[in-house]
């Protein structure tokens, strides 16, 4: 168990809908990393947050938006979905910068979000 | 271009046996960061090993190794004494430190199956 929680682990929905993942970092993690999986793409870098801030952004499509809140939880919403949305999102933290700077990123078991 | 390149996409290997995952990486950067996270069937990523491009040695961790050949820019991952449980995917990931925002960018994995 990394201590990363990811919710919910399995969600269905159709094309052009709106939905929200959630995840709540290990207690104390400051950092969190959002990761899409796809068959197709590999694993891929969306968005990065520290202590509430966004810090880093990857390939996230506008379409795609997150924030992450006081307590530290983080929310990732995907909006008028598609059907090459499909994907694992990961959600991972690390205790810092200098942390995740050697590889201590702690991944939660994803979100199989599927399209129809 | 590719950043991590896994070239294959599946291995083989004998229980007991030792196996070598390969991967290489493209940087200019002259500070970065290198590690390998397994994928069991489960869907979480699993940190396992960490080698710094200024660190001398190859990096272990129990019975794995990383091969570490920084004029070839490649870092292979050595798993000895395989165990049925090392069935899993490999990812090789590199973080760059470029924008001081330290993303780790996956590869593409490779599928291990360890045979009794």
């Known amino acids: 168990d990394s201590g990363v929680t990811q919710t919910p682990k399995h969600l269905i929905t159709a094309t052009g809908q709106r939905v929200t993942l959630r995840c709540s970092p290990r207690?104390?993690?400051?950092?969190v990393y959002w990761y899409q999986q796809s068959l197709d793409q590999g694993l891929q870098f969306l968005i990065q947050y520290y202590n509430g801030e966004e810090r880093a952004k990857g390939n996230i499509l506008e379409r795609f938006s997150a924030q992450q809140f006081p307590d530290l939880h983080s929310e990732l919403n995907l909006s008028s979905l598609e059907l090459g949305d499909s994907a694992l999102y990961f959600c991972?933290?690390?205790?810092?910068?200098?942390?995740?700077?050697?590889?201590?990123?702690?991944f939660g078991e994803g979100s199989r979000l599927t399209v129809l | 271009a590719q950043k991590i390149t896994q070239t294959q996409p599946g291995m083989f290997v004998q229980e007991k046996e030792a196996v070598t995952l390969d991967c290489t990486y493209d940087?200019?950067?002259?500070?970065?960061?290198l590690f390998w996270y397994k994928q069991p069937s489960s869907g979480e990523m699993i940190f396992l090993i960490y080698?710094?491009?200024?660190?001398?040695q190859n990096a272990t961790e129990g019975r794995y190794s990383l091969n570490f050949q920084k004029a070839r820019k490649s870092a292979n991952l050595v798993i000895s004494a395989s165990q049925l449980g090392d069935s899993a995917m490999y990812f090789c990931?590199?973080?760059?430190?470029?924008?001081?925002?330290?993303?780790?960018?996956f590869g593409r994995g490779t599928s291990l199956i360890v045979h009794p």
């Open positions: 990931a590199m973080r760059e430190s470029s924008g001081g925002s330290y993303i780790p960018t």
């Open positions: 207690s104390g993690d400051l950092s």
């Open positions: 080698q710094g491009s200024y660190d001398q």
């Open positions: 991972a933290s690390s205790a810092s910068l200098a942390r995740a700077n050697t590889g201590e990123l702690f």
């Open positions: 940087t200019s950067d002259p500070s970065y960061g």
